[in-house]
């Protein structure tokens, strides 16, 4: 039985350890998401936990793929790789499907969030729970307000005055006597939104072209496979057996012939 070439062999495992990588990249990028939005405060990521629940399940079935083919891989398993090859199939519709539109999306996300956030203005006024949200956001980044300190109108927070030590980031309120960050908030959320988009948009085109080369490499592997487990049919030559002429026998002549 002929064997399956093992320079693809080699290949196709490597590509499979480069998706196991990019797997364990989105897992961790969702664990590092997780632990920054609770500790920063969770108005910026709205709906943060849905987006975090895709990545944790598209991370594991990318880890678990990865598995399957480096299995079909090693042991020549034409099943595992038929099984991976559906996958990479229906894994590059899926994140094309998702990027494109997310690509068209992107350009409003900015307009689309900075109107979301006028919504809630003024602060002072706003539900206790945004109110909280935001002094976090205050706390954490010493910036005050969304847009500016007028947000809170005549009730600027504590979170907001800012540490005579730090002159430079600080700006006077005159009508409170009140030192306030000068920094405002939202362009700090907005950059955090926009880079954990730019990142999910970068993972979505990586797997959809991993996808797509792990559809070329498997369907290599499984015509290979196929052809080696091939019975090879020797072509004979008939060859017709006569039966051996008889010997010849000593010629006589009679004497005076």
Known sequence: MAEVNSCLKSLF??????????????????????????????QALEGRSVG????YFTGSVTMVISILGAYGAHKENRVALIVFLVCMV????????????SVIARAHVD???????????????????????VVQLQE?????GLFSYADWEQNIPESCVCDPQEMEECR???MQHKMVYSQTCFPI??????????IS????????????????????????????????????????????????????????Y
Request: aromatic share 8%.
């Open 189 to 198: 959320v907005l950059h955090y939104v926009d880079l954990f988009a730019d």
């Open 111 to 133: 307009g689309l969030m900075e109107e979301k956030f006028r919504e809630v203005l003024p602060l002072d006024r706003a539900d206790a729970d945004i109110q909280n949200q």
């Open 13 to 42: 495992t490597f590509f499979n350890i480069l998706f196991a990588i990019v797997g364990g990249f989105i897992l961790a990028l969702a664990l590092l998401s997780q632990i920054v939005s609770s500790t920063h405060g969770g």
């Open 52 to 55: 975090l629940a895709i990545l």
């Open 172 to 174: 006077m309120v005159e």
């Open 90 to 101: 229906v894994g590059s519709l899926l994140m094309l499907v998702v990027a494109i539109p």
């Open 140 to 144: 954490t980044f010493h910036c005050c």
């Open 201 to 256: 948009l970068g993972v979505l085109f990586a797997l959809a072209v991993l996808a797509l080369l792990g559809l070329a490499l498997s369907s290599l592997m499984i015509h290979q496979i196929h052809n080696a487990a091939r019975p090879i049919m020797m072509l004979t030559v008939p060859v017709v057996v006569t039966p051996h002429p008889p010997k010849y026998q000593e010629l006589y002549n009679p004497p005076g």
